[in-house]
């Protein structure tokens, strides 16, 4: 299992991805990594690599300002698009970057490739939820428009992923929506919801976003649009609720001491950070494309490419492809 990690992407780059990446090449035997990046910075983090470690040697980056598709087209030696050229060349089945999102997007679409049959590929992070199973949302930004097929798509891959790479059988599929109802909602997804009944996959019909975080399905999908407002409206929420609990705890000893006391049980919120589930797939690319988070650690890189793993063992692109030429 060969992986390409662009080690230039990401705020703390190169240091955290290579340490991530040295650390994931030792507990798991059976995959070789390519660094792709800058030969001196990373001997100067790594001088004695694994033997599953190499260096796939170039300067250029596509920098967090850069403006994604003139980046890619005109950037063709930075490390995001050479590892991208890696996936696309058969000489990896698998890259991992955490920088520009929007470039990597590109580089799915414009190096790796789409899989034929799908219109657009989406991006699927994992929304945490109180059962510790998490929610696979697609598309969350890769495309603000889509049409009812398209969502259609998002639900067969979205299905595919979370019984191949967590094991899920039979994923429950929800439709983001306004209502339960069945013909509730704008005109895509009153489209979308006969198309999805007659899917491949286990629809449990419209899911309000209230529902999300107790669980209510294992994948949700809706266009970008509307789920990177749900994704970002969620995140403010935790985000605030957390910053509130921690004004209060320090408020007074006693709140210091009740604070002590509930630790463990706060331990939980846990779950909801990223590093834990290391990056998003882009789903639909003729090739595994993983996104980490720009603020990415060690363990987080580290997590990417475990998920990275388990997606090529249990052939996920594959498993996609056959899907939607069977649904065809």
Known sequence: MRIAIDVMGGDHAPQAIVEGAITAAKEWSDISLILVGDRDQILAI????????????????????????????????????????????????????AGNTGALLTTGLLVVGRIQG??????????????GKGVLALDLGANMDATPEQLKQYAVMGSVYREKVHGIVKPRVGLLNVGTEAMKGNELTKGA??????????????????????????????D???????????EGAAGTLLSMLKKEFKRSALTKIAALIMKPGLSQ?????????????LLGTNGLVLK????????AIKN?????????????????????????
């Not at 260096?55 to 995001?80: F, L, N, Q, W, Y």
């Not at 006969?194 to 529902?211: D, I, M, Q, Y």
């Not at 970008?224 to 969620?234: E, H, P, V, W, Y």
């Open 46 to 97: 790594s001088p004695n690599l694994p033997a599953n470690v190499t260096i796939e040697h170039t300067t250029d980056v596509i920098g967090p300002d850069d403006e994604p598709v003139k980046a890619v087209r005109r950037k063709k030696d930075a490390s995001m698009v050479v590892a991208g050229r890696l996936v696309k060349d058969g000489e990896a089945e698998a890259m991992i970057s």
């Open 118 to 131: 799908i219109e657009r590929p989406a991006l699927a992070p994992m929304i945490p939820t109180m059962d």
């Open 193 to 222: 919801y006969p198309l999805l009944e007659e899917a491949p996959v286990h629809f449990v019909g419209n899911v309000e976003s209230k529902t999300i975080l107790q669980g209510s399905c294992d994948v949700i999908v809706c």
């Open 224 to 234: 970008g649009f509307a789920g990177n407002i749900m994704l970002k409206t969620l």
């Open 269 to 281: 919120f846990k779950k909801f950070d990223y590093k834990e589930h290391g990056a998003a797939p």
């Open 292 to 299: 980490s988070h720009g603020s990415s650690n060690a363990v």
């Open 304 to 328: 990417a490419v475990r998920q990275a793993r388990i997606a090529i063992q249990n052939d996920l692109v594959g498993t996609i492809s056959k899907e939607i030429s069977q649904g065809k």
